[in-house]
C-alpha cells in the first residue's frame, strides 16, 4: 500500500463526498443520529478546502479517506463541560471518513498519525477532537491513540465526547 496524506483539492469534492455519503449511511445503519441532519454536504467540504482545511489520505493516488484539519479554530470548545489537558495552540479535525471498501485496514489510525505529525510541522503538542457518544469505532480509535477524555462539547444541540492528545516533543 502506498498512502500519501495531502491537502485536498476542489476537483476532488466528488470522490470525498462519495465517501462521506458512505459514512453517513454507515452512521444510519448503526443506528446513530450523527451526521442525519444534512451535515457535512459537499458545501462544506468545499469550505474546508478552500480554506485549506481539507485533507485525504490516498492509496496508490486513488482518495481512501478524508478529513478536516484546522488550527485553534473551534469557537465550541471554549465551551466545554469539563476540562481540556491544555489552554495552549491546538490542531482540532473534524468530518473523518474512511471508504467502505477500505474499512478495517486501519486507515483512520492512520490518518491519526498524519494528523500528529501535521501537528508537530506546525509546533503544536495538543491535537482536539470530538465525536458522537455512539460512535464507538472512533471512541476505540481515540482510547487506542492515547487520546484522552476530557467531558462534553455542543455541536448543532447534541453533545459530543470530546477529547485531546498531548504529544510529546522529545520522541
Known amino acids: 500500500m502506498n498512502h500519501q496524506f495531502r491537502q485536498a483539492t476542489t476537483q476532488e469534492i466528488p470522490a470525498i463526498w462519495e465517501i462521506l455519503q458512505q459514512a453517513i449511511a454507515r452512521r444510519k445503519a448503526d443506528g446513530s443520529k450523527q451526521w442525519q ?62 471508504a467502505e471498501n477500505q474499512l478495517g485496514k486501519g486507515l483512520a489510525k492512520k490518518l491519526l498519525l498524519h494528523i500528529e505529525e501535521f501537528a508537530i510541522a506546525n509546533g503544536i503538542v495538543s491535537i482536539k477532537a470530538d465525536t458522537n457518544f455512539d460512535n464507538l469505532a472512533m471512541i476505540a480509535v481515540f482510547e487506542k491513540l492515547g487520546y484522552q477524555y476530557c467531558g462534553q462539547v455542543y455541536f448543532r444541540g447534541s453533545a459530543r465526547r470530546a477529547y485531546e492528545k498531548v504529544l510529546s516533543t522529545n520522541g
Open 37 to 98: 441532519d444534512g451535515y457535512p454536504n459537499p458545501t462544506v467540504i468545499e469550505s474546508d478546502i478552500t480554506k485549506d482545511a481539507g485533507y485525504v489520505i490516498t492509496d496508490n493516488d486513488t482518495i481512501v479517506g478524508y478529513v478536516a484539519l484546522l488550527i485553534n479554530d473551534e469557537p465550541e470548545y471554549a465551551n466545554i463541560e469539563g476540562e481540556w489537558l491544555t489552554n495552549g495552540d491546538f490542531v482540532v479535525f473534524h468530518r473523518v471518513a474512511i
